[in-house]
């Protein structure tokens, strides 16, 4: 049970080495520091990497008779060492996990808490040896970034002779008659006892009773595992915020002795079942195709997330008609799972490896690999496991020289310990742990018929050369269809709108703003000249109308095939990337300062509901050559969505109507593509010929222009 948060009194102190918790008392040589926070966030230490001690002096009340203390650290990069009172609590590794301390017997009316903190740069980005995912090494981040620091609260805890440290609850079966609730506790008992665990599940969303669940168990001394099941009458379940409501129970896990309280724990819990029948989502029994985004942290100084800033993303996200997203290489703030739970979003939760690491990291990855399970566990929004991101040499994504590209390939086709070994075993400990959930052994492996099965697919055709062109990406459909049956990246770099643009970067560019916009801001100017001049845009406008004029063509790409190969064989459209985590030129459809680009109203638009698109080939056609332009609908409700109306009209480059057609439709739930006409085009002169689309009589009406070059 909460006792106090230690959020004031931090000081800090930078150091080249660790003195084992013996440092000057005086205030000279300490600087004031924020917990939670990082330490570049102090504008002294803004460059500072590696070393630090914190220091924390607070008061504290005297102990009731049989009463325990306990700190609780809830999450530090990276490596940790407290000590409290001259005394040493203990070592920690990993950024996300807490750990806790019993510190009973060492508390006093007035105490000094020192926490060493070691949170290296990963040098060495073919072998790192860090599980923090995307903080160490990535391209969406400021490489001269460290995150380094305490970035979640430090508390002190009390508890009676038994210590609840940590409660999880799983669903492994639910109707609208009963739900078997499988529940696993962490305890700490002062010595061998008879415990009672009462269980509470209190409606949060919706009116109810309360349901009381109690069991009886034996204890011995010492830290330990118990786990049972309950049964939840009449349960009501939570869905998507597009399936249904997202309705959750408050749990409240009491473990009592003697009849009275010891310690209690309690969070928010939703009951549903998630599964990914030949990766087609199917949530509560109903199948559904996910629609979503990557998420990268809310901001790069994760600390400074809140509760509020979360709800305003996931506001975007639904409105984009989103139920998905993929929480990219990192475990995020706690404040983002409660806030997916009641927003009704589904996340994809990688563990914090991206790339390459170095083998001795086995042993500290399969334990922390645990540690996301059971801390995550609980929330009905966590839906599936990923054990590593890309797991193959990319050391610089914007390096494509052929060396780079051909270690690249030779680590994606062929053996890899981090994938064949390490991330094996990694989803088999996730599998037999939780067994509730689906677990991905690595994301982005490639499906290769008569050789091996992939998973989820990565497409970058039409940015990275590793991948190709949109020409080999129409390839890849017709030959490799494996690839399509989950794919969670795709997209292009963009800048932000003019407005955010000049917050950060001069208005026009110059070739200094530009190397530092590569340097320090995420943007890729040589991959981007392989498909746009925009080297020759005059001004900051238009430079942003290009770029976010060719991002809107590559996601209105990706999610127009994909939303036609809906269960033949893709089950879910998750592109990269949905907001940025600092100021960036970056893949994202929302900028840091969360205004959305152009790009984000037509993913909106490309993810309604009911949906009218035309699939062709995107190259440019000579005069004379026929143009087929096949005309769908599509439905994402599962209910039907009766008289529907299509206007298509056909222009010349002179703004001439070719043809037009209409066409009413009544379309049946959760349908895929339906072709409800097709039109065929015989250009007679060059220039830009456009197709416009109009639905009506549906949820949210689409409007949009397809463009066919004739060169």
Not at 343 to 355: E, Y
Not at 569 to 584: S, T
Request: proline share 6%.
């Amino acid at each position: 049970m909460l006792d106090q948060t230690l959020n004031t009194g931090w000081q800090i102190r930078a150091l080249e080495h660790f003195t084992q918790g013996i440092y000057p008392r005086e205030d000279v040589g300490w600087l004031p520091a924020v917990v939670p926070g990082h330490w570049q966030q102090i504008p002294e230490l803004a460059t500072h990497s590696g070393k630090v001690v914190y220091r924390c002096r607070f008061m504290a009340a005297q102990s009731a008779p049989g009463q325990r203390r306990w700190l609780r650290l809830n999450g530090a990069f990276y490596y940790s060492r407290a000590y409290l009172n001259g005394v040493e609590l203990g070592r920690h590794e990993g950024y996300f996990a807490p750990v806790e301390y019993e510190v009973s017997a060492l508390l006093q009316a007035e105490n000094e808490l020192l926490i060493e903190l070691d949170c290296p740069d990963e040098h060495d980005k073919r072998g790192k040896r860090m599980i923090t995912g995307i903080f160490s090494h990535w391209d969406c981040l400021d490489p001269q970034m460290n995150p380094g620091g305490i970035w979640l609260p430090v508390e002190l805890h009390q508890s009676g002779a038994l210590h609840l440290e940590h409660a999880r609850c799983l669903t492994l079966a639910c109707d609208e008659r009963f739900a078997q609730i499988r529940f696993d506790l962490d305890l700490h008992a002062a010595h061998a006892c008879t415990a009672l665990l009462r269980f509470t599940f209190t409606p949060r969303t919706f009116a109810g009773a309360p349901q009381i669940i109690t069991q009886q168990r034996m204890l011995r001394a010492g830290q330990q595992q118990v786990g049972g099941l309950l049964k939840l009458r009449e349960p009501r379940l939570w869905w998507t915020h597009d399936l249904g409501r997202p309705d959750l129970y408050a749990v409240q896990v009491e473990v009592l002795l003697e009849g009275g309280v010891s310690d209690c724990s309690t969070f928010d819990f939703g009951v549903r079942r998630f599964e990914l029948r030949n990766w087609a989502p199917h949530l509560n029994g109903v199948r559904f195709q996910a629609k979503g985004n990557n998420y990268p942290p809310g901001d790069m100084w994760i600390a400074s997330m809140t509760r509020e800033r979360y709800d305003q993303d996931l506001r975007l996200v639904r409105e984009c008609f989103m139920n998905m997203l993929r929480i990219h290489a990192h475990i995020d703030h706690p404040e983002l799972y409660a806030a997916a739970d009641a927003a009704g979003i589904l996340i994809w939760q990688d563990f914090p490896l991206q790339w390459l690491y170095d083998p001795q990291i086995l042993p500290e990855a399969r334990r922390q690999v645990l540690e996301m399970t059971r801390l995550l566990g609980s929330h009905p929004s966590v839906a599936i496991w990923c054990m590593h991101n890309e797991a193959v040499l990319i050391e610089d994504t914007a390096d494509e020289s052929l060396l780079a590209r051909l270690r690249t390939y030779a680590t994606g086709f062929g053996f890899n310990w981090n994938r064949d070994v390490m991330d094996t075993q990694l989803k088999a400990l996730v599998e037999a742990d939780d067994p509730t959930r689906p677990a991905i052994r690595s994301s982005g492996e490639p499906d290769v018929p008569y050789l091996r099965r992939g998973t989820d697919g990565h497409a970058y055709f039409g940015w990275y050369r590793t991948y190709g062109t949109l020409d080999d990406a129409e390839v890849m459909q017709r030959r490799f269809s494996g690839n399509m049956s989950f794919v969670t990246e795709f997209g292009a770099q963009s800048f932000p709108n003019v407005a955010s643009s000049r917050r950060f970067m001069p208005d026009p560019l110059d070739t200094d703003a530009i190397a530092q916009l590569s340097a320090r801001h995420g943007f890729q100017p040589e991959i981007m000249d392989n498909w746009l001049p925009w080297r020759q845009a005059e001004s900051l406008t238009e430079l942003v109308e290009l770029t976010q004029d060719y991002q809107i063509f590559i996601n209105r790409y990706y999610i127009d095939r994909l939303r036609f190969y809906k269960y033949r064989p893709n089950g879910g459209i998750v592109p990269f990337l949905f907001v940025d985590p600092y100021p960036a030129v970056l893949w994202s459809v929302v900028d840091y300062w969360r205004v959305p680009k152009r790009s984000y109203y037509a993913m909106r638009m490309a993810f309604s509901p009911q949906y009218a698109f035309c699939l062709f080939p995107p190259r440019a056609y000579r005069v004379g050559e026929a143009v087929e332009l096949p005309l769908y609908l599509i439905n994402d409700a599962q209910q039907t969505i009766g008289g529907a109306r299509l206007v298509a009209r056909l222009a010349d480059p002179q703004g001439d109507l070719l043809a037009e057609t209409i066409r009413m439709r009544d379309l049946p739930p959760d349908c895929q593509a339906i072709e409800v006409d097709r039109l065929r085009l015989t250009p007679t002169m060059r220039g830009r010929y456009c197709l416009a689309l109009e639905l009506t009589g549906v949820t949210h009406e689409v409007r949009q222009d397809y463009v066919i070059e004739v060169v």
